[in-house]
């Protein structure tokens, strides 16, 4: 059988491919325990650097699969929330920055995945929202608590309460997506980002992320006192040496190691 997820590692940079179109790839148990092998494999993978995370056809992900939790109880469907919690906080704490190249519809739990991405980077043809409230449903996978952190509480209740679908154009005018290009610059334009990415000190990149995720969610001097650790702990990889000597002898773009 065809794998749901489809993996594909080049120079750093790994492709992750949801591969269920006849259902708009949205996510069963089966593409759950796609993506969770993917990244846990990926992860393990001292090569990569960036990933990017899209769907094929014409969905990034229609939503959790309402066909396989239409007749859950309350019990199971608390299961199905919390594996869906644990897939994405895999993908949100992925060492490596995850680029969200949403192709299309990013719906109820598509929102939520491309919201567990670092960036959002979005085709014109795009389209998101969290429309759980015309199911009967609220938010099962960090919708309620990552959208009103990325786009703040008013419009988060705004998209949460009436389910409106909205256009990529209007997405990014409330900083859900960082960049909407044209459907063919969507892939290219991903693969510049995490070339740059890919280019910069390893550990460096990955430690601003786990500041960033970790500090904004700490009191602020919590925060800092995170900052200055890991600051500190740059100063003992090879990467530091290598970009600061690069600097003084006038030499650009140095071959970090990611050590
Ligand atoms: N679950 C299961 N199947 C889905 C699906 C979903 N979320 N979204 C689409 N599909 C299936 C359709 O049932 C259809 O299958 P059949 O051909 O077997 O009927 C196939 O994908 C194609 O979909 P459509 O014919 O509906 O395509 P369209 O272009 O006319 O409409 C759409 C596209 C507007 C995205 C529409 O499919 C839609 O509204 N999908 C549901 C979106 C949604 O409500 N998502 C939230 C799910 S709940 C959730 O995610 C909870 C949570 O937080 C955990």
Redesign the pocket.
């Known amino acids: 059988m065809a794998e749901i997820v489809k993996v594909h590692v080049e120079a750093g940079l790994a492709m992750v491919t949801i591969d269920r179109p006849?259902?708009?790839n949205?996510l069963n148990d089966e593409t759950l325990a796609g993506l969770e092998a993917a990244f846990t494999a990926l992860g393990n993978d001292k090569s990569v650097r960036a990933v990017i995370l899209t769907g094929a056809g014409k969905?990034f992900v229609?939503?959790?699969?309402?066909?396989a939790m239409a007749e859950n109880t309350p019990r199971e469907a608390r299961a199905f929330?919390r594996r869906?919690h644990q897939v994405f906080s895999l993908i949100e704490d992925f060492p490596h920055p995850v680029i969200a190249a949403v192709n299309g519809?990013a719906?109820?739990?598509g929102c939520?995945l491309a919201m567990a991405c670092d960036l959002r980077i979005a085709s014109e043809k795009a389209r998101a929202g969290q429309?759980?409230v015309?199911?009967g449903?609220t938010?099962?996978?960090g919708?309620t608590q990552r959208l009103p952190r990325i786009v703040g509480r008013s419009a988060a209740k705004y998209l949460l309460f009436t389910g409106e679908v909205i256009t990529a154009a209007r997405a990014l005018e409330l900083g859900l997506f960082d960049e909407v290009v044209a459907p063919e610059q969507l892939l290219p334009r991903c693969l510049e980002i995490a070339k740059t990415i890919a280019a910069r000190a390893p550990v460096a990149v990955s430690y601003c992320k786990a500041a960033i995720n970790q500090g904004v969610e700490a009191p602020l001097a919590q925060g800092l006192s995170f900052e200055s650790e890991l600051f500190a702990q740059t100063f003992a990889t090879a990467d530091q040496k290598t970009g600061m000597m690069a600097f003084i002898e006038k030499r650009e773009d140095p071959p970090f190691q990611g050590i």
């Open positions: 006849e259902a708009l949205a969905a229609a939503g959790a699969d309402i066909k929330a869906g519809f719906l109820g739990g939520e429309p759980e015309k199911l449903i938010p099962g996978w919708g």
